[in-house]
């Protein structure tokens, strides 16, 4: 392994003002920029790694993130992943994985691992089915920067980043209002679910400014703690059968859309020349799908970025003995058209 006394002897500097320079020590500010330039490109032409762990000893940090997944095989959790990490990447910190899985029970446990390993901060994608308010407060009481990200906290003082569910289903809802449908069927989200009930509230809002009648008996909800392709199925059945003429369908989430939209066809009903389809989400495969879905999009690469960011900033105040208040994202979601809507069919 190449160390800092072999770039000293071949640059032809003492070992002090290497250190300095590849340490990015303190009195690096008053080493000349040829200096500098010159140990870099020795260091780099020798191969010289620094030693991370001995640098974090010197200087009480270990660069390091903590992030917890609720299931990294879920495509809302991978799609923040990526934000978080191509921010985190660039300025030097290191992310540390933990997937629980979907298991609640082991979300202490890799908190406890990850403040072991010295984490600067934590980040958690959090799944409103397994991570409710109590355990999340648990942040406040740490001391360690925490962002959590898909739920804001009431009166804890934890930073969040969270998406505008009501402004989605809005717009989801004023798309079939302007293409004319006015017999709109719905299927809400388990009552559980905080997302549930702020796209919900979305809904009615939009429908209470336009005047719009939501009909009772063309109104379901998801029965289970989430939702599930055979329940979202036996839904829409019936739907059919309370109201077959509604000519429009806002479902809680993709999957419930792709859902409706099976067992639409296999009803005999088109979708969308029979009947609008819209979705929430946007997972990867929505677009993919026959027709091709149109959706409320999370941002949820956007999501994990301002998450990262928040995080940054945090761990920096932290070096620098600044008190910093916690701070909340609202992002703003995006209907992406697609195939499965188009105008009211005549009457």
Not at 111 to 130: C, K, Q, S
Not at 308 to 315: D, K, N, R, T, W
Request: proline fraction near 5%.
């Amino acid at each position: 392994m190449v160390t800092i006394r072999d770039v000293a002897g071949k640059s032809g500097f003492s070992i002090t003002t290497v250190s300095m320079v590849l340490n990015d020590g303190r009195g690096a500010a008053r080493i000349s920029g040829r200096t500098r330039t010159r140990v870099w490109k020795v260091a780099r032409r020798l191969g010289y790694r620094p030693n991370l762990q001995a640098r974090s000893l010197r200087s009480k940090r270990t660069h390091s993130v903590g992030v917890v997944v609720f299931d990294l095989t879920d495509p809302y959790c991978t799609q923040i992943w990526r934000g978080i990490q191509n921010h985190l990447r660039p300025i030097g910190l290191f992310p540390i994985v933990t997937d629980l899985q979907d298991d609640r029970s082991q979300f202490q446990p890799c908190l406890d691992m990850l403040m072991d390993r010295r984490v600067e901060g934590i980040i958690a994608i959090a799944n409103p089915l397994y991570l409710d308010n109590k355990l999340l407060s648990d942040f406040a009481h740490r001391d360690v920067p925490a962002v959590v990200i898909g739920r804001e906290l009431a009166n804890v003082p934890v930073s969040s980043v969270v998406v505008d569910n009501a402004a989605g289903t809005r717009q989801a809802l004023q798309h079939l209002y302007n293409l004319g449908h006015s017999r709109i069927a719905f299927i809400r989200g388990p009552s559980i679910l905080v997302d549930s009930i702020q796209r919900w509230q979305g809904l009615e809002d939009f429908a209470r400014e336009v005047a719009l009648k939501l009909d009772p008996r063309l109104i379901l909800e998801i029965k289970g703690r989430n939702s599930t392709y055979t329940e979202a199925c036996e839904l829409t059945e019936e739907l059919m059968r309370r109201g077959p003429d509604f000519t429009a369908l806002v479902a809680f989430d993709d999957l419930t859309a792709c859902a409706a939209i099976r067992a639409m066809t296999r009803a005999g009903r088109h979708v969308p020349k029979d009947c609008s389809v819209v979705g929430f989400d946007d997972i990867p495969s929505s677009a993919f799908y026959n027709p091709p879905l149109t959706t409320v999009q999370q941002q949820l690469e956007m999501q994990g970025s301002l998450g990262a960011e928040i995080m940054e900033e945090l761990i920096r105040a932290r070096a620098e003995n600044r008190q910093v208040q916690p701070k909340h994202r609202r992002v703003s979601p995006k209907l992406i058209v697609r195939d499965s809507t188009c105008s009211a069919p005549r009457s």
